[in-house]
């Protein structure tokens, strides 16, 4: 598998929808979704098409074989940094377990700031005791701090893309002319960021991972058309142009993540601070730490998950095993944060409602240990390139393993 970053400009607003069920109001995304760019690709494709598509041709591999590309979403990587605007990249999730101040919250190092919380509940628990944070730095309430967080120059920001709504006049369709006392709102994604001379696009930043012998095919394609696809909805109004510009795939390995540096951070930060609470409160009620390689999965986008086919919001031992392809009878799950939204959208080229989803949503977490870590360090690997769960391939379901925000405690908050 090679992987193909791409870095949308939004040239226009984008009216990327989130039609909740039995709603009457759109709300805008905050990013792109995955099955968006997969769609507008696909649709373009179709319109360009002087041929039926049969199943030994190059559209059908990418977007109905067996093995099909995976869209990634695309979140927002514009960062305002000190007045000026800067393109960032490795666009991230903050885990659930993210804390910061009720008050002012933001990554705000001289002030309270941002901090993670999962391992000080795993270990308050192991010791029998309650685990009720404050702010470092006033000891004021904190509340959970959501959304999109990447590290630029050792320092943390939260990129964002803004929202407004943009009213129409209902066009009669006999006359073609405006309809009397029909108006609408539809919110937006705004395309600029900043004021005056410091105004600059918004930029988007997303991946496909696609098979090899297709990653410079389509590669070539989006640059050739980088101006000519179109994103979300009311293209004909003028909405959703973009600037889409994908790099070099990424060869083979390079594609991998690396997970088993992640896991050895994570464990030797656990072991640490299960030694500090030792410290203060003598022995554990259970030595959880013996013998067990302790690993996390972090939902970097909203998952479809299904267990003997019913719905259900937590990654259990079974599911995990499963979607890794490893048999483990001493995987144990110790801790899941998650919650659940419902989710539906529209599939252009049926012409109908997609179904109504209920989706685990991004940032969810899940703690993990196992005495068999060598099963496991290749399989999460792979999970992390293909993701979990149903409709991985529009970006449902990517996770990342251990990430490094756990490490981030109380008393270093960023």
Not at 10 to 32: D, F, T, V
Request: with cysteine; charged share 25%; aromatic share 10%.
């Amino acid at each position: 598998m090679k992987k193909i970053n791409l870095e949308i400009k939004a040239l226009s607003p984008l009216a990327i929808g989130r039609q909740k069920p039995g709603g009457s109001i759109s709300e805008a995304e905050s990013y792109i979704p995955g099955t968006v760019i997969r769609g507008a690709i696909a649709a373009y494709i179709l319109k360009r098409a002087n041929t039926p598509i049969t199943a030994s041709d190059n559209f059908h591999s990418l977007f109905l074989g067996d093995n099909p590309a995976i869209f990634q979403n695309a979140y927002p990587a514009t960062l305002n940094i000190d007045d000026d605007i800067v393109i960032g990249n490795d666009i991230r999730i903050l885990p659930v377990t993210a804390l910061s101040s009720k008050t002012q919250p933001g990554f705000m190092p001289e002030k309270n700031g941002v901090f993670d919380t999962l391992i000080d509940r795993f270990c308050a628990e192991g010791f029998g005791q309650l685990y009720d944070p404050n702010c470092p730095a006033d000891g004021d309430r904190v509340d959970a701090f959501t959304g999109f967080y990447s590290e630029f120059n050792e320092d943390y920001y939260s990129p964002s893309a803004s929202t407004r709504l943009l009213t129409r006049v209902g066009i009669n369709r006999r006359r073609a002319t405006s309809e009397e006392k029909v108006l609408y709102s539809i919110e937006v994604l705004n395309e600029s960021k900043g004021k005056g001379n410091k105004e600059k696009p918004v930029v988007y930043s997303g991946a496909i991972v696609v098979v090899d012998e297709l990653a410079n095919s389509l590669q070539n394609f989006i640059n050739n058309h980088q101006e000519d696809l179109r994103l979300g909805g009311s293209t004909s109004r003028g909405l959703g142009r973009v600037k889409i510009t994908a790099k070099s795939p990424v060869e083979g390995k390079a594609v991998k993540p690396l997970v088993e540096e992640r896991v050895k951070e994570f464990q030797d930060k656990l072991h640490q601070r299960w030694d500090e609470w030792k410290r203060i409160y003598n022995q554990p009620l259970e030595d959880l730490l013996q013998n067990r390689t302790y690993f996390t999965i972090d939902l970097q986008s909203d998952a479809i998950l299904r267990e003997k086919w019913r719905r259900t919001t937590v990654i259990s031992e079974d599911m995990l095993q499963q979607f890794a392809g490893v048999a483990d009878l001493s995987l144990k799950l110790h801790a899941a944060y998650s919650s659940y939204d419902y989710l539906s959208g529209w599939n252009s080229a049926w012409g109908l409602m997609k179904d109504v989803e209920l989706i685990t949503n991004k940032g969810g977490v899940y703690l993990f240990s196992t005495n068999q870590p060598n099963l496991w360090m290749d399989k999460l690997k792979d999970l992390e390139v293909n993701g979990v769960g149903d409709r991985t391939e529009e970006g449902f379901g990517q996770i990342r393993v251990c990430d490094e925000f756990h490490l981030i405690l109380r008393e270093d908050a960023v």
